[in-house]
C-alpha cells in the first residue's frame, strides 16, 4: 500500500467513461479532472469496462498508475443471450462485481478512502449510496451527460428516474458542467441543496500566448 499525506482525504473516482485500452478519448476530461485533483488529495480511479468483440474469461483488472492517479480497469464480458429480466439482472450484476474488484485494488494502493467522487449517473451511484450507507462514506456526484436536455430528451424509464433522484438527494453536493444542465437536472426531479457549476479541467499551458514586444 501506498503512503498518503496526513490530514487529507482520500478520493475515489467512480468514472462511468474513461481513457481504456479500446479507445483513448471517452471520459478523457474526467481524466483529466482525477490528475488535477490529486495535486491536492491522493486520488484513485475505477473504471470498468463491458468488452463485446473478445472473450474475457471472468474480469480481467487492470492496474497502472497514469500520471501518478493509481487507476484500476475492470474489463469483462455480458452474456450473450437474450433472456428479458434474467439478462438485465446478470449484466447488472456483473457490472457491480466488476466495480467491486477494481475499489478494492485500489484499497490495497490509497488505504481505506474518505469521500467517493461519482462521474456520471446512475449506476455508479447506486454503488456510492450502499457505501454511505453501510459504511458511512459521504459521496458527490459529477454529471457530464447531456441526456437531461430537452433537445436530447433520453432520461426516461420510471425506475431509472426513481433511483436517480434517490442518489442526487443523498449526495453531499452535485456538480455539472454546465448551468443549464443542473436546470435540466432539477427540472427532472433530481433536487440536492448543493448544486455547483464546475467545469471541465482544461490544460492551462493552452493559455499562454506569446505575444509581440511592446504590444
Not at 12 to 18: E, G, I, P, S, T
Not at 50 to 77: C, H, M, Q, S
Not at 164 to 181: C, E, G, I, K, P
Not at 191 to 199: G, I, M, P, S, T
Request: proline share 5%.
Amino acid at each position: 500500500m501506498s503512503e498518503t499525506p496526513k490530514n487529507k482525504p482520500v478520493v475515489l473516482y467512480l468514472a462511468r467513461w474513461y481513457p481504456n485500452r479500446y479507445d483513448p478519448m471517452p471520459g478523457l476530461f474526467i481524466q483529466r479532472h482525477a490528475e488535477a485533483a490529486n495535486r491536492f488529495c491522493p486520488v484513485g480511479v475505477v473504471y470498468t469496462h463491458v468488452v463485446e468483440n473478445e472473450k474475457i474469461k471472468g474480469f480481467e483488472l487492470v492496474y497502472r498508475r497514469v500520471r501518478d492517479v493509481p487507476t484500476a480497469e475492470v474489463y469483462y464480458n455480458n452474456p450473450g443471450i437474450n433472456l428479458l429480466l434474467i439478462t438485465r439482472l446478470w449484466k447488472a450484476f456483473r457490472f457491480f462485481r466488476a466495480n467491486a474488484k477494481g475499489i478494492k485494488r485500489i484499497r490495497q494502493e490509497t488505504g481505506d478512502f474518505d469521500l467517493i467522487h461519482v462521474h456520471v449517473l446512475t449506476r455508479l451511484g447506486l454503488i456510492a449510496l450502499w457505501h454511505k450507507w453501510f459504511r458511512g462514506k459521504p459521496f458527490l456526484v459529477s454529471e457530464h451527460w447531456s441526456r437531461y436536455l430537452p433537445l436530447t430528451d433520453d432520461f426516461n424509464g420510471n425506475l431509472r428516474k426513481w433511483l436517480t433522484r434517490l442518489v442526487v438527494r443523498r449526495a453531499s453536493a452535485v456538480t455539472t458542467v454546465t448551468q443549464n444542465l443542473a436546470g435540466a437536472m432539477q427540472n427532472h426531479g433530481l433536487k440536492n441543496d448543493n448544486y455547483r457549476v464546475l467545469a471541465n479541467v482544461v490544460d492551462e499551458t493552452f493559455f499562454h500566448v506569446e505575444t509581440k514586444a511592446g504590444r
